[in-house]
């Protein structure tokens, strides 16, 4: 059981950063080029492919070479159910602080 709290600790690690999060999301129904994560998040290669190696290591996406481009995809979709649980969770402490939450 020791060994399962270790994976899911390293796995939430993803789950700690908003670049990641941000990467999750655009990564949730598709395959996506780094090329494609570049523009739609506006950050460097270097840093998009950081980010991308930590997620592959943790078995959240996986990747395919097509030609020049690299795709990325994600491992499970019920990642994304995690993440979206988690995203509620917050969304409505937010509201019940009176924060307003613009919906993603």
Do not use: W
Request: with cysteine; net charge positive; charged share 30%.
């Amino acid at each position: 059981m020791k060994e399962l709290y270790e994976i899911h600790a390293e796995m939430c690690k993803v789950f700690s950063n908003s670049t990641r999060l941000e990467i999750l999301n655009l990564l949730r129904d598709k395959e996506l080029s780094v090329t494609e994560l570049i523009k739609k998040t506006r950050l460097s290669q270097a840093n998009i492919s950081q980010h991308l190696s930590i997620m592959k290591s943790k078995g959240i996406v996986v990747s395919n070479r097509k030609g020049k481009n690299i795709y990325y995809r994600l491992t499970n979709p019920k990642i994304i159910k995690a993440f979206d649980i988690i995203r509620d969770v917050l969304a409505e402490k937010l509201k019940k602080n009176g924060k307003y939450v613009k919906n993603l």
